[in-house]
């Protein structure tokens, strides 16, 4: 965690809005340390989850996910999320078509 951290440290754009910002570094998940409370992190969850079953690509999804962020920690984290949801869905495919 630390180390993802360090990677993120640094400011990705110029204006306040769109800056990433570590706010817990002590933080045991990665939405805390964003400071993306846990009632947030399931509501954007969720869209992530309705937004790959009606899309029919990635860049729909995204632009659904990014519509529904606040921030850039947000849009972040739902990036991260997002990949997480595919790699396991793809995961579950591949293992499917082996048995």
């Known amino acids: 965690m630390k180390k993802l951290?360090?990677?993120?440290?640094?400011?990705?754009?110029k204006k306040p809005k769109h800056q990433l910002v570590i706010v817990k570094k002590e933080a045991e998940s990665i939405a805390e340390s964003m400071g993306v409370d846990m009632f947030r992190f399931s509501m954007l969850e969720q869209?992530?989850?309705?937004?790959r079953?009606?899309?029919?690509?990635k860049v729909s999804c995204f632009q659904k996910i990014i519509s529904h962020c606040e921030n850039t920690n947000e849009i972040v984290l739902m990036?991260?999320?997002f990949d997480?949801?595919?790699?396991?869905?793809?995961?579950?495919?591949?293992?499917?078509?082996?048995?």
Not at 47 to 51: D, W
């Open 5 to 13: 951290i360090l990677r993120l440290k640094r400011r990705i754009f």
């Open 47 to 51: 869209i992530c989850i309705v937004s």
């Open 53 to 57: 079953h009606e899309s029919t690509s």
């Open 79 to 81: 990036i991260y999320l």
């Open 84 to 99: 997480k949801i595919l790699e396991n869905y793809y995961e579950q495919v591949r293992m499917a078509h082996l048995n």
